[in-house]
């Protein structure tokens, strides 16, 4: 009997898998290392935030709390409360501190035109503080001039 050899089919040999992973490798590495360039700023500029992460400055320098008289303000008949009380600090340049202050008449006009004009549905709806802080902060910059103010603290806001 006679093996026949010349039946069998050779099979092709295996090619390794050593290439396809060593590609991946340098792949991978090769987008993280650009990653961190990128992020760090070595190719594209300054990271994201601008400036490098100082050391916490030391005391602020440069700014006044001008402090505002409190108003009380009368809420309509469809309101759970009868009245409300304000009071906040104005932050300012420390250069404008004096002329926001002789300015502070005019700022309580209005704040108290600004409370006694908006929704009591609004003055009583907590998520609504940012959106009135913001209201008011943006009427007071704009009595007070471009550059003087800088924020509202709101020291005080009751309802009762």
Do not use: C
Not at 14 to 36: D, E, H, N, T, V
Not at 44 to 65: D, R, S
Not at 89 to 118: C, F, G, H, K, M
């Amino acid at each position: 009997m006679a093996t026949t050899d010349t039946n069998m089919e050779e099979a092709p040999p295996k090619r390794s898998k050593k290439p396809l992973l060593i590609g991946i490798l340098l792949a991978i590495l090769l987008g993280g290392g650009g990653f961190y360039a990128t992020w760090a700023g070595m190719i594209l500029g300054p990271p994201a935030g601008g400036k490098k992460h100082e050391a916490a400055p030391g005391p602020l320098t440069g700014i006044a709390f001008v402090p505002l008289e409190t108003l009380v303000i009368s809420l309509g008949r469809d309101s759970r409360a009868e009245h409300l009380r304000f009071s906040a600090q104005v932050e300012v340049v420390e250069q404008a501190a004096a002329d926001v202050t002789r300015l502070a008449p005019r700022i309580l006009d209005v704040l108290n035109s600004y409370l006694r004009a908006i929704d009591t549905r609004d003055i009583e709806n907590p998520a609504a503080m940012a959106r009135l802080r913001a209201q008011m902060l943006r009427r007071i910059q704009i009595v007070t001039g471009e550059g003087r103010v800088r924020d509202l603290l709101i020291t005080e806001f009751v309802l009762n």
